[in-house]
């Protein structure tokens, strides 16, 4: 790969909603972030590395930047940090109460069905430039 990017300049950001539960939180995180990567115009910009061990297994598609996992108090909260990153241009999938009802087709015509305002979010997941998502994430802190 050459010379590394210096990995402050860029991350990846996940708010999570703290009142959902945590098995339903990491099933969204999962499904925001295959997301947010498989959807990535520009995939080489995240610099997903392989790892090697001595044993000359590799251990594939890390990512060389950092992933930050943030707690928001609230669906409100996270509905807001969407509204930011919309205005901003930085790239992003969230997770509503509505991806979790029956199959995928059914989901997406519960989340059609419903207004915007009505959704409930789980979270959302930003890749983007580290000051720009900061500006945006700066009140809240790390989930635990």
């Not at 991350?11 to 498989?38: D, Q, S």
């Not at 509905?79 to 990153?85: G, Y």
Request: glycine share 8%.
């Amino acid at each position: 790969m050459g010379s590394l990017p210096d990995e402050n300049t860029w991350r990846f950001t996940a708010v999570l909603n703290r009142k959902i539960e945590t098995g339903k939180l990491m099933n969204a995180l999962g499904h925001m972030t295959v997301g947010l990567a498989g959807g990535y115009e520009n995939p080489e910009k995240m610099c997903f590395l392989q790892y090697k061990d001595k044993d000359s297994g590799i251990h594939p598609n890390i990512s060389h930047f950092p992933f930050i996992v943030l707690s928001a108090n609230n669906s409100n909260q996270i509905r807001n940090i969407r509204i930011a990153t919309l205005n901003s241009g930085i790239k992003f999938t969230d997770f509503t109460s509505t991806m979790t009802v029956g199959t995928s087709q059914e989901q997406m015509d519960t989340t059609n069905s419903t207004y915007e305002t009505d959704l409930e979010y789980y979270g959302i997941c930003m890749f983007g430039r580290t000051d720009e998502i900061k500006e945006i994430t700066k009140k809240f802190s790390l989930f635990r």
